[in-house]
């Protein structure tokens, strides 16, 4: 009787030892991100240590160009981003299963041309207008066109490099040059700088088009993970709406977000810098807007529903 005892506790601590041994890994959130401010609370929670407190591992990765963003999504590179509900929709017309959820705010700007002379959107009919087509910015543009009753000359240029350089080239250039376009920071305010108009924001209007989303199998595994990141990043930004910008700006420059150029010792900003509010739902209205958009240009084909990509992370 003695010896079966003991045997059996040698097979209780052995079941002990093998199940420690199989004890789940931490999962990585690798989130990708264009050069954008709306980074910048969630650059500020890992660089000051806040999700690893919290138990939590977080990688950010930078992207130059949206197409090299979404190809390491593709890939399996990263598993979450910053991105737009139609690159999203896109993602999931194309078999990358996705769900988004928490508006990032980014800021759209329709700049003129220094040398384009109206300065009302409601003037504009017959501009010609720089898009990059199958986009959240084409998107934007007929939605302008659509509420202004106005009709644009569209000029596809898919590189937002190209796109700024087109708005800036002067008279009589033998290169392609238009009179508006629609960007996102820092080419935007470049363009102001250099003497362009800000005619029409999407901020203005409270018409955010802009998501966190993720891999919707990385939500189902890691549910708490993903609920978690959300609840440092609220901390962070409460933290943030307590700071200076000269309190935090060398996070920006040091993730190549922005320039020295654009953030001045003084913590005045060419750059637009609005508040960092608490993180919200994105808004059912302006999802169902972008897919009836999509379904009319035959960029989807699938009824998406809203209850079905929105992943309650709050």
């Given at each position: 009787m003695k010896k079966t005892v003991i045997f059996l506790m040698m097979i209780i601590v052995l079941i002990s030892i093998v199940g420690c041994g199989k004890k789940q890994k931490t999962p990585t959130i690798k989130i990708g991100f264009m050069p954008s401010l709306v980074a910048v609370p969630y650059v500020y929670a890992l660089e000051e240590g806040m999700y690893e407190e919290a138990g939590i591992k977080v990688e950010y990765v930078p992207f130059q160009k949206a197409s090299d963003r979404d190809a390491a999504l593709q890939a399996g590179e990263i598993n979450a981003v910053s991105s737009d509900l139609v690159m999203i929709l896109l993602n999931n017309e194309n078999n990358i299963d996705m769900q988004f959820t928490v508006i990032t705010e980014e800021v759209f700007r329709l700049i003129s041309s220094p040398y384009y002379e109206k300065t009302e959107v409601s003037q504009t009919n017959g501009a010609s207008v720089a898009i990059s087509e199958m986009s959240v910015v084409e998107y934007l543009i007929e939605r302008i066109e659509k509420s202004k009753s106005i009709d644009y000359n569209i000029v596809p240029i898919p590189a937002v490099p190209l796109r700024y350089a087109a708005l800036t080239r002067e008279p009589?250039?033998?290169?392609?040059?238009?009179?508006?376009?629609?960007?996102?920071?820092?080419?935007?305010?470049?363009?102001?700088?250099?003497?362009?108009?800000?005619?029409?924001?999407?901020?203005?209007?409270?018409?955010?088009?802009?998501?966190?989303?993720?891999?919707?199998?990385?939500?189902?595994?890691?549910?708490?993970?993903?609920?978690?990141?959300?609840?440092?990043?609220?901390?962070?930004?409460?933290?943030?709406?307590?700071?200076?910008?000269?309190?935090?700006?060398?996070?920006?420059?040091?993730?190549?977000?922005?320039?020295?150029?654009?953030?001045?010792?003084?913590?005045?900003?060419?750059?637009?810098?609005?508040?960092?509010?608490?993180?919200?739902k994105p808004s059912e209205e302006v999802f169902n807007s972008v897919k009836t958009w999509m379904k009319e240009k035959n960029y989807i084909k699938e009824e998406y529903k809203y209850q079905d990509l929105y992943y309650d992370a709050l």
């Open positions: 009589g250039s033998s290169e392609t040059r238009v009179d508006l376009a629609i960007m996102a920071e820092p080419y935007s305010t470049m363009a102001v700088y250099g003497g362009g108009k800000e005619i029409w924001t999407n901020h203005e209007e409270n018409h955010f088009v802009t998501v966190l989303g993720f891999k919707k199998d990385f939500i189902k595994k890691n549910p708490k993970v993903v609920k978690k990141f959300h609840e440092v990043t609220n901390d962070a930004i409460e933290i943030l709406q307590t700071k200076q910008l000269k309190d935090y700006k060398h996070y920006i420059i040091e993730k190549g977000i922005l320039t020295e150029e654009y953030l001045d010792e003084d913590g005045d900003k060419l750059v637009p810098m609005y508040p960092y509010n608490k993180l919200y």
